[in-house]
């Protein structure tokens, strides 16, 4: 008889009852470092496909919002990773936390308010597509339309380093904005992000969502966790960049790893 794969059942009240892996000792002693941190923070989760790492993680979730009353998000990077701009996504699932949760509550919709109108901003002062790839396939091009071509260039990028300060400013401003609206939603705990399946996207979507949670959202108070198959990943990268290190590419975005523990699976 053919099974198909089963969401866990998680009861609030009886959070393990169905943690058939054992689960709880290390989702508790986790909950302790998420708990006492006041710094920004990405820490990774990595296990082989099918280890049980959502499993894991939606337990996690549901007990730092019972046991804890740490407030979370979770999505599927997979799933949303049909949109081309990672900030965009996981802007979309802070809004529908805030839509689900804090709906009555002004205060903290005006303060997404104000992040949502950055978002923009800060995607606006990013490099003009129009810039990428605009060198390739000139060499057979005649030279008058190479140098007008190259004029163009230059003069974008004399505007580009003229709004650097500006770019700058915008950025700050937009995390001031993230900072105000998570001490609304929780002044004394961090809110957490959990991102799962990051390893399943596609490459380039991967990359730059690692690169969005590096540069933006490095915000005290905010801790990612980032459920990964590092093998695959590593491959991802590589497909993107060669044959590199991906290890010390991978630590210029991931504070720390926990390495999920392959326990008994027969029960």
């Not at 709906?103 to 997404?112: C, G, H, L, M, T």
Request: hydrophobic content about 35%; overall charge negative.
């Amino acid at each position: 008889m053919i099974q198909k794969h089963k969401i866990i059942d998680i009861d609030e009240d009886n959070i393990f009852k169905n943690d058939r892996l054992k689960r709880e000792e290390a989702i508790k002693d986790l909950s302790l470092l998420l708990e006492n941190t006041t710094e920004s923070l990405v820490l990774s989760l990595n296990a082989p496909w099918g280890a049980g790492k959502t499993t894991f993680v939606k337990l996690w979730k549901t007990y730092l919002k019972k046991e804890k009353g740490i407030n979370s998000i979770y999505f599927s990077a997979w799933e949303d990773d049909f949109s081309k701009e990672p900030l965009i996504s996981i802007m979309g699932e802070i809004k529908k936390y805030i839509n689900d949760n804090f709906k009555q509550n002004s205060e903290v919709e005006s303060k997404f308010d104000k992040v949502k109108d950055l978002t923009g901003k800060v995607l606006k002062r990013g490099v003009p597509s129009f810039l990428k790839g605009m060198t390739g396939g000139l060499f057979d091009i005649d030279k008058g339309f190479e140098e007008a071509i190259g004029s163009v260039v230059e003069s974008a990028s004399k505007e580009l380093i003229d709004n650097y300060s500006k770019n700058k400013e915008v950025l700050e401003e937009f995390k001031n904005a993230i900072q105000e609206l998570l001490s609304q939603i929780d002044k004394s705990k961090p809110f957490v992000i959990f991102i799962d399946e990051l390893d399943r996207c596609r490459p380039i979507y991967a990359i730059e969502l690692l690169e969005r949670i590096k540069h933006i959202f490095g915000i005290d108070g905010l801790i990612f966790v980032l459920s990964i198959d590092k093998v695959q990943l590593s491959e991802s990268i590589k497909s993107q960049y060669g044959n590199i290190d991906t290890d010390n590419y991978l630590r210029r975005f991931i504070d720390l790893e926990y390495n999920l523990q392959s326990l008994n699976n027969d029960d």
